[in-house]
């Protein structure tokens, strides 16, 4: 297996958001092309989306989210230093997820509230099926691992940061960093095949 510092993607997993039935439905209010918060937001809206989405948020509650996020991140353009764009914006998406999990629980508790993303429209059937299964397998998968470990390969696996950004994200020493990618890609892989495993267990006695 390819060691952290080789900058190597080594698991295979769905990279959503450019296609298919993953990508933000509501963009943010736009303004002039050479407004450099609207170029900001551009820039990094579907990036923040698809974090969002890989640290639990259903798709309606990822666009809301991100659209927070964004709102946050035009307001500090000034405090948010070249190259390290992306990691502010994770820390500012996983605070957000987190706050924005504990709502989703408390409308959990309250009857009659409707917590189902919506399918995405157009698109081949059968694609798009395919693609759903994948991604909610990936889900399934990392919904199981702990948030620390899932942190750095949604960063490095999944949205192809540099070694140097997942430590800046998760504001760890790199070589902390490096520990916990290859703790996560053991977990990760272990969760994958006995996802796989119930799985064929299922078709088997079904």
């Not at 991604?135 to 942190?151: I, S």
Request: no cysteine.
């Amino acid at each position: 297996m390819a060691s952290f510092g080789s900058e190597k993607r080594v698991i295979p997993v769905p990279q959503s958001g450019d296609r298919g039935v993953e990508r933000p439905q509501r963009m943010p209010p736009m303004g002039p092309a050479d407004d450099p918060a609207s170029q900001f937001a551009r820039q990094h809206f579907a990036f923040v989306w698809r974090v969002l989405r890989r640290l639990g948020l259903a798709p309606a509650d990822a666009d809301d989210a991100a659209q927070r996020v964004m709102m946050v991140a035009t307001q500090r353009l000034d405090d948010i230093r070249p190259g390290q764009e992306r990691a502010f914006l994770y820390r500012t998406s996983a605070f957000i997820a987190a706050r924005e999990r504990r709502g989703r629980q408390r409308r959990r508790e309250k009857p009659g509230v409707e917590l189902d993303g919506e399918a995405h429209p157009g698109g081949d059937p059968e694609a798009l099926l395919v693609e759903r299964r994948a991604l909610e397998r990936l889900d399934a998968v990392l919904g199981g691992m702990p948030d620390d470990l899932k942190a750095a390969f949604v960063l490095f696996e999944i949205e192809g940061l540099s070694k140097a950004e997942v430590a800046e994200a998760l504001e760890i020493p790199a070589g902390t960093a490096a520990s916990r990618l290859r703790r996560a890609r053991e977990d990760f892989a272990r969760r994958a095949r006995r996802l796989a495993l119930g799985d064929a267990a299922k078709g088997a006695t079904g």
